[in-house]
């Protein structure tokens, strides 16, 4: 079992930034892609970013790509989103995810989830 609790969410002005982590424990760290989602009001949860094990392959949403930063401390045992430039309709919750297979996390199928965190950015 994993277990992933996120933290730093919060209210932020638009063009602001925030970083939010992610503290997974129960499992070998090292061997699982780390990703981040999100669900803003009344819309579906969507892939936002995912980081493989080395955490020199990453990936992104093309709605947060250039703003949004994922990244990884294999020793620390945590996982990083650093959001800049944010905008309104980048208010949702925030969800940490992982899984052993890079696809099925980019899928949206992660083995494991964190309970989230919201991001609230006004305009």
């Known amino acids: 079992q994993v277990q992933l609790v996120e933290s730093g969410g919060g209210l932020v002005q638009a063009g602001g930034s925030l970083r939010l982590s992610c503290a997974p424990s129960?499992?070998?760290?090292?061997?699982?892609?780390m990703g981040w989602f999100r669900q803003g009001p009344e819309k579906e949860r969507e892939f936002v970013a995912a980081?493989?094990?080395?955490?020199?392959?990453?990936y992104y949403a093309p709605s947060v790509k250039g703003r949004f930063t994922i990244s990884r401390e294999n020793a620390k045992n945590m996982v990083y989103l650093q959001m800049n430039s944010l905008k309104p309709e980048d208010t949702a919750v925030y969800y940490c995810?992982?899984?052993?297979?890079?696809?099925?996390?980019?899928?949206?199928?992660?083995?494991?989830w964190g309970r989230g965190t919201q991001v609230t950015v006004s305009s």
């Open positions: 980081i493989n094990w080395s955490g020199i392959n990453t």
């Open positions: 129960g499992r070998t760290f090292k061997r699982l892609v």
């Open positions: 995810a992982a899984d052993v297979m890079e696809g099925v996390l980019r899928l949206g199928k992660p083995q494991y």
